[in-house]
């Protein structure tokens, strides 16, 4: 597809579970950029990958959360654990260079965790 | 530590009126300041963008102006049409770092037929 796509659009999972989402960020762009967003708050910044690597992860709120891109295209965002203050919605993007003006979203991952 | 702030939470205007939406932010060093527009269940689309050296950025309905002195941006939209009904969150850009993009809270436009 021409857009970023990301699966599941959602999730309902028990507290204490492993949850993975995944993001397809736009052929051809090198940066890709986790956010969430929780009910009333605003997008709050996660993570950023310039090619595979991600040059700073102090976004991630616990070390319950990890992510890692391969092949400088499909990046996973993985919780351990879950609580339930973990509910949100997961948003990616992704633009052509790092830095660049606009960024792409996916429709992002609704989790909940009950 | 918030460095973009829309303090309006929501906002009503009649069909065919402007719609001003405002943002406030901390950080004189930004470059860009965007507006992306966010209906339920999807993600945020880009709508509009101005340069940090501009004061004024117009694209059909819907204008950007940028007060560095005051670090306030306001986005138009008129006439509004109920289309219009969405999200609004503003957001400022950094060109270096990696954490580069930081985005206000949103605020819910409803535009009434």
Known sequence: ?114 | DQQVKQNSPSLSVQEGRISILNCDYTNSMFDYFLWYKKYPAEGPTFLISISSIKDKNEDGRFTVFLNKSAKHLSLHIVPSQPGDSAVYFCAALLLAGANNLFFGTGTRLTVIP
């Open chain 1, 1 to 114: 597809g021409a857009g970023v796509s990301q699966s599941p659009s959602n999730k309902v999972t028990e507290k204490g579970k492993d949850v993975e989402l995944r993001c397809d960020p736009i052929s051809g762009h090198t940066a890709l950029y986790w956010y969430r967003q929780s009910l009333g708050q605003g997008l709050e910044f996660l993570i950023y990958f310039q090619g595979n690597s991600a040059p700073d992860k102090s976004g991630l709120p616990s070390d319950r959360f990890s992510a890692e891109r391969t092949g400088g295209s499909v990046s996973t965002l993985t919780i351990q654990r879950t609580q339930q203050e973990d509910s949100a919605v997961y948003l990616c993007a992704s633009s052509l260079f790092p830095g660049q003006n606009t960024q792409y979203f996916g429709p992002g991952t609704r989790l909940t965790v009950l």
